[in-house]
């Protein structure tokens, strides 16, 4: 059963930091340069989707993925998902915004760009460095665990 989850979203809008803290690893920087698969998650570069000429990279992935989650940096006032998005793909997306931490954070503002791209509520309001919102997602980690592939 495939239970991966695949992570998208711009450049250094948290993704690998996010996967290390469900991972309960410790959080090192690092920039992800390559499509990076293990057991739970796809991590991918940001540029994938910055760039459309790779659109294509992500959506073969979600099909090594049960669902998609969609990152949007809370400082960052712009989005790289195009209106509707989420449409491109055949797996469920899910919203999440990260460093809600932040002092320049707008988490509404972010939501706001991830429910443009075509996602649903509920959006997921994290911060993997105060862990803030994180025990939603580790819930839905279970989910996925036992979710269809
Ligand atoms: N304040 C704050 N900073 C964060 C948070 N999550 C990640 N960061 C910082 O944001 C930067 C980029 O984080 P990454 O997790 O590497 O971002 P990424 O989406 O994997 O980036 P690429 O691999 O380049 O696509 C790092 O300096 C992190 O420390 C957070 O919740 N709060
Ligand atoms: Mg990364």
Known sequence: MNSRILLIGGVGSGKTTLRQRLLRESLVYRKTQVLEFSHLFV???????EMP????????????????WAVQD?????????????????????GIVTKI??????????????RRAGIADPVYLVSALSGEGI????????YADEGPA
Not at 135 to 142: F, I, K, Q, V
Request: charge should be positive; hydrophobic fraction near 40%; aromatic fraction near 12%.
């Open 53 to 68: 000429r790779y659109y294509h990279v992500l959506i073969d992935a979600s099909h090594r993925a049960a669902e998609v």
């Open 74 to 94: 809370a400082t960052r006032r712009r989005s790289y998902f195009p209106p509707n998005f989420a449409k491109a793909f055949a797996k469920p997306v899910v």
């Open 135 to 142: 025990a939603y997602l580790a819930d839905r980690l279970g």
């Open 101 to 114: 931490d932040h002092e320049k954070a707008d988490p509404a503002a972010a939501a706001a760009h991830l």
């Open 43 to 49: 991590d991918c570069p940001g540029e994938y989707l």
